[in-house]
C-alpha cells in the first residue's frame, strides 16, 4: 500500500510540473521593428515567429495589458535622427504618432489613438488602467486611459524623455531624461512631478525592484547603472559596466535577486547581483557617488548587435532581447548564461514584450 500511495504521489507530482512547465511555455512575445513600420511575433513554445504585421510609423515601446487581453505600442512620425543633431531634418508627419492598439488573438492592428508628440516608451500603470508614455519632442509624460484612448493628463518633465518605469510597490512612477541626465518621480493621480534625480550619462530605462525599494537606471553615455533609493528618491550609487557598454534595457527577476542590461552597441546582456550591490555600497561610495564595484557583475552574456529591449518569459528562465542592428531577437537561457539562438525578425527590433496566452 506505501508503494502504491508513494507512485500516486509521485504522479501526481509529475502532473503538476509537466502542468506548470506547460504554463510557462504558453506565451507569445511581442517585437517592435522601428525601421520597418511592424510587429513580429514569436511563439514561447517553438521561438518561431508566427505572425509579423504592419502597424505604423517607427513602433518602439511595447506593453500588454496585465490580463493579456490588448497589446499596444507607441508610433512615431518623426524621423529617426542621431542624439542631438537638427540640421536638415525632415518634417515630422504628426499624423502618425499614437498609441497603437493590438488585437493579440488576430495579430493586427485594431486601432490607433493620439496620445502625444513623438511617443517613444511607456509603461502601464499598477492597477492597469492607463498608460503612462514619454513624448520625446515636447518633454512631456501623457496619461492616457487604456479603457477609451482618451487623455487623462499630461507632466511637463525635461527634454528628450524616453524609459517609463512604474513603481509595483506604490505605483510612482519615473520618466528618464536624456538630455539633461535626469529622472522625474512622477505622483500619477496627483499628476505631478514630486521629485527630481540627477543621474547624468544619458539615462534610457529604469526598471525596480518587486519591493519597490530600489530604481535601477541605464545610463548609455556613462557606461554604468544608477541605483536609486526610490523611497526618497535620492541616488546611492552607480555600477559601472565593462569599457564598451552602452547601457540601454533593463529588467528584473520576479524574486529581484538579479538585474538584466542590455548593453547596446556592446552587443552583451549584463547580469547584476543585487543583493551585492547592496553589500558594496557604502556611505563613502554613495556620497561621492561612486560605483558599487564590479564585482556585482555576476555574467556578461554575448548576444545579436545593438541590443536595446529587453523582457524575461513568465518563468523567469528565458530572456529575450531586441537587437536592432542584426535584425533579430536573442534568445538566452539564464540558469546556463548562454545565448540558445537567434530568431530573424523585421528590420530595426527595438521593443520587446512577453504576453501570457
Same mark, same amino acid.
Not at 502504491?4 to 511581442?30: G, H, M, P, R
Not at 509624460?141 to 513603481?167: F, R
Given at each position: 500500500?506505501?508503494?502504491?500511495?508513494?507512485?500516486?504521489?509521485?504522479?501526481?507530482?509529475?502532473?503538476?510540473?509537466?502542468?506548470?512547465?506547460?504554463?510557462?511555455?504558453?506565451?507569445?512575445?511581442?517585437?517592435?521593428?522601428?525601421?520597418?513600420?511592424?510587429?513580429?511575433?514569436?511563439?514561447?513554445?517553438?521561438?518561431?515567429?508566427?505572425?509579423?504585421?504592419?502597424?505604423?510609423?517607427?513602433?518602439?515601446?511595447?506593453?500588454?495589458?496585465?490580463?493579456?487581453?490588448?497589446?499596444?505600442?507607441?508610433?512615431?512620425?518623426?524621423?529617426?535622427?542621431?542624439?542631438?543633431?537638427?540640421?536638415?531634418?525632415? &518634417?515630422?508627419?504628426?499624423?502618425?504618432?499614437?498609441?497603437?492598439?493590438?488585437?493579440?488573438?488576430?495579430?493586427?492592428?485594431?486601432?490607433?489613438?493620439?496620445?502625444?508628440?513623438?511617443?517613444?516608451?511607456?509603461?502601464?500603470?499598477?492597477?492597469?488602467?492607463?498608460?503612462?508614455?514619454?513624448?520625446?519632442?515636447?518633454?512631456?509624460?501623457?496619461?492616457?486611459? +487604456?479603457?477609451?484612448?482618451?487623455?487623462?493628463?499630461?507632466?511637463?518633465?525635461?527634454?528628450?524623455?524616453?524609459?517609463?518605469?512604474?513603481?509595483?510597490?506604490?505605483?510612482?512612477?519615473?520618466?528618464?531624461?536624456?538630455?539633461?541626465?535626469?529622472?522625474?518621480?512622477?505622483?500619477?493621480?496627483?499628476?505631478?512631478?514630486?521629485?527630481?534625480?540627477?543621474?547624468?550619462?544619458?539615462?534610457?530605462?529604469?526598471?525596480?525592484?518587486?519591493?519597490?525599494?530600489?530604481?535601477?537606471?541605464?545610463?548609455?553615455?556613462?557606461?554604468?547603472?544608477?541605483?536609486?533609493?526610490?523611497?526618497?528618491?535620492?541616488?546611492?550609487?552607480?555600477?559601472?559596466?565593462?569599457?564598451?557598454?552602452? &547601457?540601454?534595457?533593463?529588467?528584473?527577476?520576479?524574486?529581484?535577486?538579479? +538585474?538584466?542590461?542590455?548593453?547596446?552597441?556592446?552587443?552583451?546582456?549584463?547580469?547584476?547581483?543585487?543583493?551585492?550591490?547592496?553589500?558594496?555600497?557604502?556611505?563613502?561610495?554613495?556620497?561621492?557617488?561612486?560605483?558599487?564595484?564590479?564585482?556585482?557583475?555576476?555574467?556578461?552574456?554575448?548576444?545579436?548587435?545593438?541590443?536595446?529591449?529587453?523582457?524575461?518569459?513568465?518563468?523567469?528562465?528565458?530572456?529575450?532581447?531586441?537587437?536592432?542592428?542584426?535584425?533579430?531577437?536573442?534568445?538566452?537561457? +539564464?540558469?546556463?548564461?548562454?545565448?540558445?539562438?537567434?530568431?530573424?525578425?523585421?528590420?530595426?527590433?527595438?521593443?520587446?514584450?512577453?504576453?501570457?496566452?
Amino acid at each position: 500500500m506505501k508503494f502504491k500511495l508513494s507512485a500516486i504521489n509521485c504522479t501526481a507530482a509529475i502532473s503538476l510540473a509537466l502542468a506548470v512547465c506547460a504554463e510557462a511555455q504558453n506565451y507569445v512575445v511581442y517585437v517592435s521593428n522601428e525601421r520597418s513600420g511592424d510587429v513580429s511575433v514569436i511563439d514561447g513554445a517553438t521561438d518561431a515567429v508566427v505572425a509579423t504585421f504592419k502597424v505604423g510609423k517607427r513602433p518602439r515601446g511595447v506593453h500588454a495589458t496585465p490580463d493579456g487581453q490588448r497589446v499596444f505600442v507607441t508610433l512615431s512620425g518623426s524621423p529617426r535622427m542621431a542624439p542631438g543633431v537638427d540640421e536638415n531634418r525632415a &518634417p515630422a508627419d504628426k499624423s502618425a504618432d499614437g498609441l497603437g492598439v493590438i488585437d493579440p488573438v488576430a495579430h493586427k492592428l485594431i486601432d490607433r489613438w493620439h496620445v502625444g508628440s513623438d511617443p517613444e516608451q511607456f509603461a502601464i500603470s499598477k492597477d492597469g488602467r492607463f498608460a503612462i508614455i514619454a513624448n520625446e519632442d515636447d518633454s512631456t509624460a501623457s496619461i492616457v486611459d +487604456l479603457g477609451s484612448g482618451q487623455s487623462h493628463g499630461k507632466i511637463k518633465v525635461s527634454e528628450e524623455p524616453e524609459g517609463v518605469g512604474v513603481n509595483p510597490r506604490n505605483g510612482e512612477v519615473y520618466v528618464t531624461c536624456e538630455e539633461k541626465g535626469e529622472v522625474f518621480a512622477i505622483d500619477p493621480d496627483a499628476q505631478r512631478v514630486i521629485a527630481k534625480i540627477d543621474t547624468g550619462g544619458r539615462p534610457r530605462s529604469v526598471a525596480f525592484l518587486p519591493d519597490g525599494s530600489r530604481a535601477y537606471v541605464a545610463c548609455e553615455n556613462g557606461g554604468y547603472i544608477a541605483v536609486i533609493d526610490a523611497r526618497s528618491h535620492k541616488s546611492l550609487s552607480k555600477i559601472q559596466l565593462p569599457t564598451g557598454s552602452l &547601457p540601454m534595457g533593463t529588467a528584473v527577476s520576479e524574486d529581484g535577486k538579479e +538585474l538584466y542590461v542590455s548593453t547596446g552597441r556592446g552587443n552583451t546582456v549584463a547580469v547584476i547581483d543585487t543583493k551585492k550591490v547592496e553589500a558594496q555600497r557604502s556611505p563613502l561610495l554613495s556620497a561621492r557617488g561612486e560605483g558599487a564595484g564590479e564585482e556585482s557583475i555576476v555574467a556578461m552574456i554575448p548576444v545579436g548587435n545593438r541590443a536595446w529591449g529587453i523582457a524575461l518569459d513568465p518563468s523567469g528562465s528565458k530572456l529575450y532581447t531586441a537587437n536592432g542592428a542584426s535584425n533579430d531577437v536573442s534568445v538566452v537561457d +539564464l540558469k546556463s548564461r548562454k545565448e540558445l539562438r537567434r530568431i530573424k525578425v523585421g528590420d530595426g527590433p527595438w521593443g520587446i514584450a512577453t504576453v501570457s496566452k
